[in-house]
């Protein structure tokens, strides 16, 4: 099933996309180094695989960028 979702500001669609951590799988980022509000909720990384995403939600992803 394709859905469409607000990610990072921009409408994007998805197919095949269930949960949060489906959809980093698609993006191939690693949960480790993220962290990902849903409608305006930050999702505790061990909730990824439980949060289930619907048409119109919307997320923010943010990368953790290790420097100096």
Same mark, same amino acid.
């Given at each position: 099933? !394709? &859905? %469409? &979702?607000?990610? $990072?500001?921009? *409408?994007? %669609? /998805?197919?095949?996309? *269930? !949960?949060? @951590?489906?959809? +980093?799988?698609? *993006? $191939? =980022? $690693?949960?480790? +180094?993220?962290? /990902? %509000?849903?409608? @305006?909720? &930050?999702?505790? *990384? ?5 949060? %289930? ?5 919307? =997320?923010? &992803?943010?990368?953790? /960028? @290790? @420097?100096?």
């Amino acid at each position: 099933m !394709t &859905i %469409e &979702i607000v990610l $990072n500001g921009k *409408r994007v %669609e /998805v197919d095949g996309v *269930r !949960t949060v @951590g489906d959809l +980093l799988r698609l *993006r $191939n =980022l $690693n949960p480790r +180094l993220v962290a /990902v %509000e849903h409608n @305006g909720e &930050i999702v505790p *990384r061990d909730q990824y695989d439980q949060r %289930e995403l619907a048409p119109g939600d919307r =997320l923010e &992803i943010v990368h953790f /960028v @290790g @420097g100096g």
